[in-house]
């Protein structure tokens, strides 16, 4: 099979490349895709039974986890299973994973910031029971074990244990919503990513470059560090991998359009490769454009009988037929389940569990996608 041609962005610069053998064939749901000398030692496919949403690697780069949305755990290589949510009924799905330095345990969060440690991961704290502004999407571990960083949609920034607090975007204006969290190898920084690509370096985390200024072809889904901290990886929802200041370029699979959406990238401690990880297959989704977008945060039934909560919008329904399944930027996937009287033409009304989080919403323009 001859090799097909790709292009990078590396520092700035176009740099052609052949894509490894090992990545040729289009990535199914739940692969691993692994570049430079980062070996494949197995995937977990359908048997995940629920979305693939994090991978973290072994300290020895001689094994990695794989985490399902239901919090279901694949270990590979030398990394030790410790345990996992699978068959636990969740409040809020699984959206990321860390690993101890020990490698003898890990960390999984969900969205609403709860947090399962497992093996010699020790319990922190979380935001389980605060509302939160946005959901949270990552997480990263200090050096020590001792602490870890969670991170929210918006920016917003929660240290717990020994991680030191270095700032936050959670009262700025994004371009894109947050997608990523990486520390640095001192524990004393962090740099948060954008779906568009933007990087934000806080504490001793240094800016390399981004994409802010040249969106990739698909959303950015995280951020991977180099060892010494003065470099980094970017890799976006259809295999593009993007290398800043020493991470050296291993390769991509921008070119095969995988199968199936990558969700997370994991180097291997020494940066000599790294991994792509997959998720579900997305479904399409139709450009509904611009709506206004207001907050109502009442309790009890909506129009169409279902429950009120955070995965519901309201809708004039002569625009937006009840039970539409959507996707609002900034807010995620939501259904059209609600109506109200002043919601008309193209006017949306999300859900928050509170007035002052609602305050805090405001009016707002967002684009909305039809979700099918």
């Not at 009262?171 to 990087?199: C, F, H, K, M, S």
Request: proline share 6%; with cysteine.
């Amino acid at each position: 099979m001859q090799r097909a041609a790709l292009s990078v962005v590396l520092a700035g610069a176009v740099v052609p490349a052949l894509l490894p053998a090992a990545a040729e064939a289009a990535a199914g749901e739940g692969t691993i895709v692994p570049f430079g000398d980062a070996a494949h030692l197995g995937h977990p496919g359908d048997a995940a039974g629920s979305p693939v949403v994090g991978l973290d690697s072994a300290p020895s780069g001689e094994g990695y986890w794989v985490v399902a949305a239901d919090g279901g755990v694949f270990a590979f290589g030398d990394a030790a299973f410790h345990g996992s949510t699978g068959a636990i009924t969740l409040n809020r799905p699984v959206v990321d994973t860390a690993a101890t330095p020990t490698g003898q345990g890990y960390w999984l969060v969900a969205s609403d910031g709860g947090i399962f440690a497992f093996g010699d991961a020790a319990f922190h704290g979380s935001t389980g029971g605060t509302p939160l502004n946005s959901p949270i999407v990552g997480m990263a571990a200090t050096p020590t074990g001792d602490g870890y960083w969670l991170v929210a949609s918006d920016g917003g920034v929660f240290a717990f244990g020994d991680a030191p607090y270095h700032g936050s975007l959670g009262n700025q204006a994004l371009r894109a919503p947050i997608t990523g969290v990486a520390a640095t190898t001192t524990g004393e920084g962090y740099w948060l990513v954008g779906a568009d690509g933007g990087v934000f370096g806080f504490g001793d985390a240094g800016y390399h470059g981004s994409l802010g200024n040249q969106p990739a072809t698909a959303p950015v889904v995280d951020l991977a560090p180099t060892p010494t901290g003065h470099g980094y990886w970017l890799a976006s929802a259809d295999g593009g991998v993007f290398a800043f200041g020493d991470a050296p370029y291993h390769g991509s699979a921008g070119a095969d359009r995988p199968l199936a959406p990558v969700v997370d990238i994991e180097s291997r401690r020494r940066g000599s490769g790294y991994w792509l990880a997959t998720g579900t297959e997305q479904p399409r989704r139709v450009d509904l454009g611009l709506f206004e977008a207001t907050c109502y945060s009442l309790r009890g039934t909506t129009a169409s009988g279902r429950p009120v909560g955070e995965d519901v919008v309201a809708v004039d329904r002569r625009v937006v037929p009840l039970g539409t399944r959507l996707y609002v930027e900034g807010e995620g996937e939501r259904v059209a389940a609600d109506t109200g009287g002043n919601i008309d033409g193209r006017r949306i009304d999300v859900w928050k569990p509170t007035s002052s989080q609602c305050a805090q919403f405001g009016r707002r323009t967002v684009r909305v996608w039809r979700v099918s």
